[in-house]
């Protein structure tokens, strides 16, 4: 069965601190992983997408994520958090021409 | 601004009614995804449809339609509305097969309310 497991609903860090947003998955066959951001009121952006290739995955904003096979992970991370990276993300697992949503990850970003 | 309309931006009815929920694409993608966002079930990946024709089926319900015109926009259907079905439904839409190798431009959403 292919699903997506984001740990912790909510995740308050300081501005300027480390943020690590974790995503475990499960999949069949190798996985196509994504993370998504999702901003009050707005549909959902596209942060950085994993398919193949090299496992550490640069995308916008200063976040990245490194595809983990043995750890079944792909834990999105930036080294210094903003005010305006508060939002919901969401881990995504594509196979199978289906798309599997995690639960979301709302970031509070504390002065 | 992604490029994708969705209308309209709110709806509210009643149980056991039928709505129609509209999309317009990017101009040039030809893939068009539906989602539901609700706080019970979270995001769900409901149907896709390229350049007209079904192409994949998430976890859509049977009193849920859709389709793809010549004119690549989408309607999703929905009928026999329940409680349950009260959601913000995203469009979203690709110039690919697959939405896994080119982005996913997401709408607006949809909210419905089903009193």
């Known amino acids: 069965a292919q699903s997506v497991t984001q740990l912790g609903s909510h995740v308050s860090v300081s501005e300027g601190a480390l943020v690590l947003l974790r995503c475990n998955y499960s999949s069949s066959v190798p996985p196509y992983l994504f993370w998504y951001v999702q901003y009050p009121n707005q549909g959902l952006q596209l942060l950085l997408k994993?398919?193949?290739?090299?496992?550490l995955v640069k995308g916008i904003n200063g976040f990245e994520a490194e595809f983990k096979k043995s750890e079944t992970s792909f834990h999105l991370t930036k080294p210094s958090a903003h005010m305006s990276d508060a939002a919901e993300y969401f881990c995504v697992l594509y196979n199978f021409n289906k798309f599997y949503f995690g639960s979301g990850t709302k970031l509070n970003v504390k002065p | 601004d992604s490029g994708v309309t969705q209308t309209p931006k709110h709806l509210i009815t009643a149980t056991g009614q039928r709505v129609t929920l509209r999309c317009s694409p990017r101009?040039?993608?030809?893939?068009v995804y539906w989602y539901q966002q609700s706080l019970d079930q979270g995001l769900q990946f409901l149907i896709q449809y390229y350049n007209g024709e079904e192409r994949a089926k998430g976890n859509i319900l049977e009193r849920f339609s859709a389709q793809q015109f010549p004119d690549l926009h989408s309607e999703l259907n929905l009928s026999s509305l329940e409680l349950g079905d009260s959601a913000l439904y995203f469009c979203?839409?690709?110039?690919?097969?697959?939405?896994?190798?080119?982005?996913?431009?997401f709408g607006p959403g949809t909210r419905l309310t089903v009193l």
């Open positions: 979203a839409s690709s110039v690919d097969e697959t939405g896994a190798y080119n982005e996913q431009f």
């Open positions: 101009s040039g993608d030809l893939s």
């Open positions: 994993y398919t193949t290739g090299a496992t």
